[in-house]
């Protein structure tokens, strides 16, 4: 369902109603019902007083008709009194039929309504988050995190209210609106302008309210943007404010821009809140009017009290009808804010995608994945200076290679570009010997076990977790991988074992504790190429060494690629890939590297005391420990 980002609220609405047709059709029938009922009340209390009451129960085409035949029938000794009560007793049980039943209508238009709208809410909802779950960072970037979050909340419930208004009002309005203007023409012309009048008056209200706030709206979206960008900001970074004793300094920074939503708020609510009384004084002056100019109609004879009052009535249904659509033109261009910006997310072209026709088959599976970077080049969006330059290397199948090199030489992004995070600008990336853009994503993706840097685990529990990549929980599955991963003790020490908690984002547990369960979570999966991005860092040496034993006895097919910044990590690693500024400086194993490459020898020696150094630098096997 392509929605075009010109369209108007009113189409994108209906557009969202479209699974919804069949309940929105019987909304119309029901709302024609409503309107018909709504419209037929004032009939019944202009004939209960004027000919209940008036012409003492006797239908007659004038009042003197009826009062000549209320003579007879009481000359007759009919019992005039009781035929009386009996028209009024039969008008009143039709009029509170016809009540009932509107009432009914009104129920099932709510209930209906309230369902096709709450669907269209969570349609959308369902769409973006779809569609946000396919972003890549760049994209994630270039909204915000914040503001991803209010167009998934905020504005859909707005779309969601005006699926609703749309429903109930734009119908209902004009259908009261007709009827009641024939109605009231059927009970007297002479009186139709003070309709016009009162109709007037409604719309330039609103009009002037309408300008006033409308410029306020817009900006009050981008103001609950910016809040929850700060709210957000502050809730994950508590220890570092309170660390840096800088609390002051982000209330106020809070304060400042809920400050500026509250002002915004407050004009628009104060605006608004002169709509109802403004309204009703409208209405009060009308009916004042109607019944003055009416009482001069009845006292020359034009009208009966039961016409003016059902004129009232009339007049009342027609200027609400009007306001109601009025309000919904207030309420509109609020939502074309929020339509706009939730299409801008759904509308968004996605960079990264499946290839039309994967060459999923052409790959040659091994047991181990083979990878190979050819002449890459790559700059993040926005900067002109390439984070990769021209970097070559070769992964062979079942292959251990490393990526060392200074902080922010770019070895995570090669695995941000492995996993189509993003695409090179230039060069190719083959995996298992095809390009890596040709591969459907979760065959490409599905070929890695990733641990990222910074550990992020899921709220649920450790066995949730571990089998995160998985389709069930394996229990067996996630001992064997908690075990390589050298987290089986720690979880087994827990009261609760695997079913412990664990909170979003794996908070309540340690550093250490959350890297070994990442591990685990990348192992569950027997992925054919494993990506450590440094994410050893959090354990100490005895426990990585067992680790990497346990991980060469269990999953020795695998190919892995480790970015480290331990050199004592990455010094048995088939070939180590220096970089050095988004380049590749060396090429080689740890002992040719530390003869050929100054940049690594530079890192080697930074990161040995100088009694071991003369011992461990040339031996690679010393700088593991022992291993
Ligand atoms: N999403 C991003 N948008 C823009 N620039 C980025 C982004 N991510 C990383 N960079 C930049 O790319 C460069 C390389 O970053 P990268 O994370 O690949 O380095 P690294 O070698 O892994 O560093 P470290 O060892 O500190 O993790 C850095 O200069 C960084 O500022």
């Known amino acids: 369902m392509p929605i075009g980002l010109n369209e108007s609220v009113c189409v994108r609405s209906l557009k969202y109603l479209k699974p919804y047709l069949g309940i929105a059709v019987l909304i119309v029938v029901l709302l024609g019902v409503q309107a018909a009922c709504d419209l037929a009340i004032p009939n019944f209390t202009s004939l209960i007083v004027d000919v209940g009451i008036q012409q003492s129960g006797i239908e007659a085409s004038s009042p003197q008709e009826a009062a000549e035949l209320l003579a007879e029938y009481q000359a007759q000794g009919v019992d005039t009194l009781a035929m009386q009560q009996g028209y009024i007793i039969r008008i009143g049980l039709q009029m509170l039929g016809v009540t009932l039943l509107g009432i009914a209508a009104a129920v099932g238009i709510s209930f209906l309504a309230g369902r096709a709208s709450a669907s269209v809410g969570r349609d ?25 979050i209010t167009r998934a909340t905020n504005d859909i419930q707005r779309i969601q209210m ?13 259908i009261l609106a007709v009827g009641g203007i024939v109605m009231v023409l059927q009970t007297n012309a002479s009186m139709t302008w003070i309709i016009g009048l009162g109709v007037l008056v409604v719309v330039v209200v609103i009009g002037v309210l309408m300008v006033a706030t409308m410029p306020r709206f817009r900006r009050m979206q981008k103001l609950i943007d910016k809040v929850n960008l700060i709210s957000r900001e502050m809730l994950t970074g508590i220890p570092v404010i309170r660390a840096f004793n800088r609390q002051g300094r982000e209330e106020e920074r809070f304060s400042q821009a809920s400050g500026d939503l509250r002002d915004t708020q407050l004009f628009v609510n104060r605006a608004m809140s002169f709509m109802r009384p403004g309204m009703m004084l409208v209405m009060n002056a009308m009916a004042v009017l109607i019944v003055w100019v009416g009482a001069g109609a009845i006292d020359v004879g034009n009208m009966q009290t039961g016409d003016v009052m059902a004129f009232v009535t009339y007049s009342m249904a027609i200027v609400s009808s009007f306001m109601m659509l009025s309000m919904l033109a207030i309420l509109l261009p609020r939502a074309e804010v929020s339509a706009k910006r939730i299409d801008e997310v759904l509308e968004a072209d ?27 080049t790559f700059a993040y969006d926005g900067s002109d200076e390439p984070v990769l330059s021209h970097v070559s290397f070769k992964v062979p199948a079942s292959g251990y290679v490393a990526l060392v ?40 993706r599905g070929t890695f076990g990733y641990v990222p840097q910074t550990s992020f685990l899921f709220s649920g529990s450790i066995a949730s977790n571990i089998s995160y990549g998985l389709d069930d929980v394996d229990e067996a599955a996630n001992r064997w991988a908690a075990s390589i991963a050298q987290a089986d003790s720690f979880v087994q020490s827990l009261p609760e074992g695997y079913d412990s908690d664990v909170s979003q984002g794996g908070t309540n547990l340690s550093g250490g504790q959350r890297q070994r369960l990442a591990i685990a979570r990348a192992l569950a999966v027997k992925p054919r190429c494993f990506l450590f991005d440094d994410s050893m860092s959090a354990l100490d040496y005895a426990t990585e060494l067992e680790l990497r034993r346990a991980l060469q006895r269990e999953m020795g097919l695998a190919t892995r690629i480790v970015v480290s910044s331990r050199v004592a990590t ?16 060396g090429l080689g194993t740890h002992d040719e590297l530390l003869a050929s490459c100054a940049t690594y020898a ?8 100088p009694q071991d150094e003369e011992a461990t630098v040339p031996a690679s096997s010393s700088l593991e420990g022992g291993e």
């Open 602 to 609: 530079d890192i080697a020696r930074s990161q040995l005391a």
């Open 124 to 148: 959308l909802r369902e769409r973006l988050f779809a569609k946000v779950v396919g972003f890549s960072n760049a994209e994630v970037q270039s909204f915000s995190v914040a503001s991803l």
């Open 405 to 444: 090199g200074p902080t922010g030489s770019g070895k995570s992004t090669v695995f941000k570009l492995l996993m189509r995070d993003c695409d090179p600008q230039s060069g190719s990336i083959l995996v298992d010997g095809v390009e890596a853009q040709s591969l459907s994503l979760a065959a490409l």
């Open 350 to 376: 996605i960079a990264i995608s499946d290839p039309g026709r994967p060459r999923d088959d052409e790959r040659s599976l091994q047991p181990g994945a083979e990878i190979e970077f050819r002449d890459v």
């Open 570 to 585: 990455v010094s048995d690693a088939d070939c180590i890939v220096v970089f050095d500024e988004g380049k590749v400086v």
């Open 162 to 174: 005006v699926s609703y208004m749309l429903l109930r009002v734009v119908i209902y309005a004009p």
